[in-house]
């Protein structure tokens, strides 16, 4: 890799690290080598990235030192934070620091930085139309990382924000998929009304950051978001009754209700779809997928997606 830029990429064996570490694993030539940092290397996903040609590295993001370790000497840094592993907000934001300070610290010559919008600047935290939850948010997951901006922005790094959208793979691992109603009619549930959903194969935000990365400097200082598709919850159940040959309707359920559906992050999802309806213009105008797809020649539509994926879908 001694003549390659080099990326280190956090959370690779994650949706949306591993979609960039195979991305520049499969682009020899593309003049790029990258270092993929997970907190175990001993894991299967991890030595089978290793296998596949990257360096993999021990790194923690609640560990500073180790991002500074894994950053140093890396052209390009790739951030993510995870919040449903934990479901912190604050711990979320502190993680987003680390890995800015770090980036500085190396000397890293471009940042992406996976963000989301911070939705309070939308609506203020007394807007009843949807709670506030945990004291300070609309939306937890959403505002943590759009609080979090400022850690990059503040310490002059070059750094490219990247709103991301709805992974579709949620319908494979998320248990959002159509489920059977009281009559045996797979239903498609979301509280979106009739509004557009933009969504994006997890996959492809990882192709997406390697052509930002690829573009270097024009893209810096710049804020770039990606989608697949923008699809009404009636379409998406139309592109699944073609994809399964079963009837599949959509049931556009009131937040309020999905608020209350009792899983873990019910009430965080929730409202996350109702800033989504409520806000549809603003939030899908960003996401153009002519723009990923001029980053990612590879870019899937949804009904390409559900091609690919439909036999890892359970709609028990």
């Not at 951030?79 to 980036?103: G, I, L, N, Y």
């Not at 911070?118 to 300070?136: H, I, V, Y």
């Amino acid at each position: 890799m001694a003549d390659q830029k080099i990326i280190a990429v956090v959370g690779a064996t994650g949706a949306q690290g591993g979609g960039l570490v195979r991305a520049i694993l499969n682009d020899p030539s593309g003049g790029f080598g990258v270092r993929a940092l997970t907190r175990n290397v001993d894991t299967a996903a991890a030595r089978a990235l290793s296998e596949a040609g990257a360096e993999v590295v021990a790194a923690d993001v609640d560990r500073e030192e180790t991002l500074k370790r894994a950053f140093d000497g890396a052209h390009g840094a790739y951030c993510v934070t995870f919040f449903w592993d934990h479901f912190s907000p604050e711990r979320e934001m502190a993680q987003a620091a680390a890995m800015a300070r770090s980036a500085k610290a190396a000397g890293v010559g471009h940042v992406i930085w996976s963000t989301l919008e911070d939705t309070r600047r939308f609506m203020a935290l007394s807007d009843e139309r949807m709670p506030t939850l945990m004291g300070k948010y609309k939306v937890p997951h959403f505002d943590a990382k759009g609080e979090a901006d400022h850690y990059f922005t503040d310490l002059g790094l070059p750094v490219t924000m990247m709103l991301t959208s709805f992974y579709w793979d949620n319908f494979v691992h998320f248990g959002m998929a159509p489920k059977p109603d009281e009559h045996g009619v797979l239903t498609l549930t979301l509280p979106m009304g009739d509004k557009k959903l933009p969504g994006i194969a997890a996959e492809d935000i990882g192709k997406c950051a390697y052509g930002v990365f690829k573009r270097g400097e024009v893209l810096q200082g710049k804020t770039v978001g990606v989608a697949g598709e923008h699809l009404t919850g009636a379409e998406m159940a139309a592109a699944f009754e073609e994809a399964c040959g079963r009837p599949v309707r959509y049931f556009a359920v009131e937040p309020a209700v999905y608020r209350k559906y009792g899983f873990p992050g019910a009430e965080d999802l929730g409202n996350m779809f109702q800033f989504k309806r409520d806000f549809n213009a603003e939030f899908c105008a960003p996401r153009d997928p002519a723009v990923a797809r001029s980053l990612n020649g590879e870019l899937q539509d949804f009904k390409t997606w559900l091609g690919r994926n439909i036999s890892r879908i359970s709609f028990g």
